[in-house]
């Protein structure tokens, strides 16, 4: 499982990482400050300079103030994008009601996430929650983070999943472990107690492949 934390880029920022890295492969060299003002039409070079200073401090380029063009993009092989469906809340605490296990059908979102290919691992039936509860943050899953899931319906032991409970009509993110008769929902709080329930009354609806933390 990966577990990252993003600071997100302006917009303007995201553009001008595109705009250095499609120059790059369109031409072998890179763009000039110039060359940006003009390709993402932005108002001024101190503007450019501005954000090239903050791509910088954030690792993902390199500047050589001393030759011309010297920007350098740390990673600058094209980035492969997809569309994730955002598709509800999960639990990481008591198990949330929902009215049907259909909440969770990923055809039926219309809020998407952008996330880059390594994080869904080429992996299909792919989709994202946002967690509501602390019951997983020695798992490193905090209130409000996004994790993606990767549909299946069995998971290994101690494997973290999003858990359908038929008769409560209730979803929650534990981690699932199969024991004697039983299914213990285990969380990652040591403030938190295990739940325990029959193996016919557990739906399993996917396992978690990443966590995403918005940094502010």
């Not at 503007?47 to 910088?56: A, H, K, P």
């Not at 998407?112 to 019951?135: H, I, R």
């Not at 472990?177 to 213990?184: A, D, K, N, T």
């Not at 295990?194 to 933390?213: F, L, M």
Request: include cysteine; hydrophobic fraction near 40%; proline fraction near 6%.
């Amino acid at each position: 499982m990966f577990a990252i934390e993003m600071k997100a880029l302006s917009s303007k920022q995201q553009n001008i990482i595109d705009f250095v890295r499609c120059f790059l492969v369109d031409r072998g060299y890179p763009p000039s400050i110039r060359d940006i003002v003009n390709g993402c039409e932005i108002s001024s070079t101190s503007v450019v300079d501005y954000n090239l200073r903050i791509l910088e401090e954030r690792g993902y380029i390199r500047r050589h103030r001393e030759v011309s063009r010297g920007i350098e993009l740390l990673a600058w092989s094209p980035v492969l994008r997809c569309q994730v469906p955002i598709i509800g809340q999960i639990a990481a605490g008591e198990p949330t009601p929902v009215p049907t296990p259909d909440t969770w059908d990923v055809t039926a979102s219309s809020e998407t996430l952008e996330v880059t290919e390594d994080l869904t691992q080429g992996k299909e039936g792919v989709y994202a929650l946002k967690v509501k509860g602390l019951s997983m943050v020695d798992a490193l899953v905090n209130d409000g983070d996004i994790i993606l899931m990767q549909y299946v319906n069995v998971v290994e032991n101690g494997e973290m999943a999003a858990i359908w409970l038929k008769a409560e009509k209730e979803v929650t993110l534990k981690k699932v472990y199969v024991e004697p008769g039983r299914i213990r929902l285990q969380p990652a709080n040591s403030q938190m107690q295990p739940i325990y329930t029959d193996p016919e009354n557990v739906e399993i609806q996917g396992k978690v492949i990443a966590v995403i933390r918005q940094l502010i």
